[in-house]
């Protein structure tokens, strides 16, 4: 009997991630991931190419797990994440050398920003 409710369980658990998470696409993109990372060596023990697609696989989830959380986002808050990026980018651009110019980008940045606020 323990069995069988431990196999419920695991077909509910694939159930309910199968409905939030496209399981298919996303092991899809860790064996993509694997790939790209292996193409020009490849782990010569087993176990290390296991450990390094383990790894993608992680990668791939967490993913997965960014688009939905950036999918929830409402405009608003996508609006205040875009600003702070570009205040970061603003303070990147005003660290630069004296001998680099900084104007044209720094009147991007402002401008991006302006409308950002605006809409806000």
């Avoid at 996303?26 to 290390?48: C, G, H, K, N, V």
């Amino acid at each position: 009997m323990a069995i069988d409710e431990n196999r419920r369980l695991d077909m509910a658990m694939v159930t309910a991630f199968s409905s939030k998470f496209d399981v298919r696409s996303i092991m899809s993109e860790a064996w993509a991931i694997y790939r790209r990372d292996t193409r020009m060596s490849r782990p010569s023990l087993t176990a290390d190419r296991r450990k390094l697609f383990a790894r993608c696989l992680r990668t791939a989830w967490a993913w997965a797990k960014q688009r939905i959380a950036d999918a929830m986002k409402s405009l608003q808050q996508r609006a205040a994440d875009r600003i702070h990026e570009l205040t970061l980018e603003l303070t990147r651009i005003e660290s630069r050398g004296w001998k680099m110019p900084t104007l044209a980008d720094r009147r991007t940045v402002l401008e991006e920003i302006a409308s950002l606020e605006g809409r806000a």
